[in-house]
């Protein structure tokens, strides 16, 4: 998990929340705000899990967000273990920091939002693609949703 910043056409700024799963590369969800606190992280988080299901630990920075009681407490109350990479490492975490170039080349470059409305409705088209559609080298050239869905068959 990780945070990336961009701004609207009207110079506004907001934040992007990614999250993955390191294993298949799955890009489980991205939130977009102007504003991304602890306690809208894990009700994010919690929605995916929802369907994706509670991770057994999650890789992070030592941001603010993510060293403080919210998280903390939530990652505890769902026995989920908190690894955090070593400060100005970020190759600690290295699958995201890939999928943030990629989304940040693909998408937050390429596009000039007029609102979050706008950037959150193409991000989810691309999502869709990037999971579906866009086989990863790494995989075997398989999606992520592939490559998902034959190890859980195996």
Do not use: C
């Not at 990479?85 to 999928?99: K, M, W």
């Not at 470059?109 to 691309?126: G, H, P």
């Amino acid at each position: 998990m990780d945070f990336m910043s961009d701004s609207s056409s009207n110079q506004r700024r907001f934040r992007t929340f990614n999250v993955i799963d390191d294993f298949n590369h799955e890009a489980l969800g991205i939130d977009i705000a102007v504003s991304l606190p602890a306690g809208r992280i894990t009700r994010y988080l919690d929605k995916l899990a929802e369907y994706h299901g509670y991770s057994l630990k999650i890789r992070v920075d030592n941001g603010p967000e993510f060293t403080g009681k919210t998280f903390i407490s939530w990652a505890k109350s769902h026995d989920i273990t908190i690894d955090y990479i070593q400060a100005g490492s970020p190759y600690q975490n290295g699958y995201i920091e890939r999928f943030n170039r990629t989304y940040r080349t693909e998408v937050l470059d390429l596009y000039l939002f007029n609102n979050l409305e706008q950037a959150r409705k193409v991000t989810e088209e691309w999502l869709t693609i990037y999971n579906t559609e866009r086989p990863h080298e790494a995989l075997n050239n398989m999606t992520p949703i592939e490559y998902k869905t034959l190890r859980q068959a195996a």
